[in-house]
């Protein structure tokens, strides 16, 4: 007979009142009434983490509300600059027009004005008053000419260098937005995540631009980016471009708004071919949309 310690079974013997009744016994394995001891408490277990994870995902939903109440925030103040901006990018026309306009002028004063004024003598010879008066307004209207033309270049020249550094152009062709920035279904585990840039439609080696003038903060693997491209732009613009299959540049490198900087590919937490694109504005990420219909709008 096997030791009682080591028996995996469990021996249940039934008696009967009757003396002449045989003896029923039976054998159940000691794992069977484990399990059976145990299932009154699946039901339990279940109910608690289903009601931890209810939990989490509530507090996470309520996180992603709260990050998409913010960037709404964000994005109608980012509005406000664009209109803003397309102002002053119609003043700048306007000016441009009047400058257009100045310069054929000028050219037409410049041609009245007198001689430059050479080493002379000879008797004196008056001329009418009416002559000197007249010669004396075109100078003095050449004078204000020349101003407002100097105005008018600072002007353009002031916004000029701040579009330079204002991340407007694409990062690569074709403009073809995949996924949207904000809330989306996460691509591998379909939960609710937010996407903190965009995602544009290209294929493997497909050219990667600086969308403006910056330099290169930084350029290698980063996690679930990949092969990643910062581009600090001035105080307030940084970009980001993940998932390349190629980096060009290295850190501290200056580069130009429409220089190649890499190339499309699939690295880190990627599905497939596509590029990763992100504004971060003063530490925030922000819409990168709202940029490319300002320059589409403003670029003739």
Do not use: C
Request: hydrophobic fraction near 35%; aromatic fraction near 10%; avoid cysteine.
């Amino acid at each position: 007979m096997m030791n009682k310690g080591k028996r995996k079974e469990i021996t249940f013997t039934i008696l009967s009142n009757n003396a002449n009744a045989v003896v029923t016994r039976f054998r159940v394995p000691k794992i069977v009434l484990y399990f059976l001891t145990a299932l009154p408490f699946v039901p339990i277990l279940l109910l608690v983490y289903y009601i931890t994870i209810s939990g989490s995902q509530q507090a996470e939903l309520e996180k992603l509300a709260q990050k998409l109440e913010n960037e709404t925030a964000e994005k109608e103040q980012l509005e406000q600059i664009v209109t803003v901006l397309e102002e002053r990018s119609g003043e700048t026309k306007v000016y441009l027009e009047q400058l257009a306009e100045l310069e054929n002028r000028m050219r037409n004063y410049i041609n009245e004005l007198p001689s430059v004024i050479e080493p002379m003598g000879g008797t004196q010879i008056l001329v009418d008053e009416d002559e000197s008066v007249e010669n004396g307004n075109v100078i003095a209207q050449s004078t204000e000419l020349i101003e407002r033309y100097e105005k008018t270049l600072a002007i353009v020249g002031e916004v000029s260098e701040e579009l330079r550094y204002t991340p407007t152009a694409w990062p690569t062709v074709p403009n073809t937005i995949t996924s949207e920035y904000g809330l989306r279904r996460d691509p591998f585990n379909y939960a609710p995540s937010f996407h903190s840039g965009i995602d544009i439609r290209g294929s493997y080696g497909t050219p990667v631009f600086a969308t403006a003038d910056g330099k290169v903060i930084f350029a290698e693997y980063y996690g679930g980016y990949g092969n990643t491209i910062k581009i600090k732009h001035n105080g307030t613009y940084t970009t980001l471009y993940g998932h390349l299959s190629k980096i060009n540049v290295n850190v501290g490198d200056t580069v130009k708004k429409g220089d190649i900087i890499g190339a499309i590919g699939s690295t880190g937490r990627s599905t497939g071919p596509h590029l990763h694109y992100e504004i971060i504005k003063n530490g925030k990420t922000v819409n990168p949309k709202p940029y490319f219909m300002f320059f589409e709008t403003n670029k003739d």
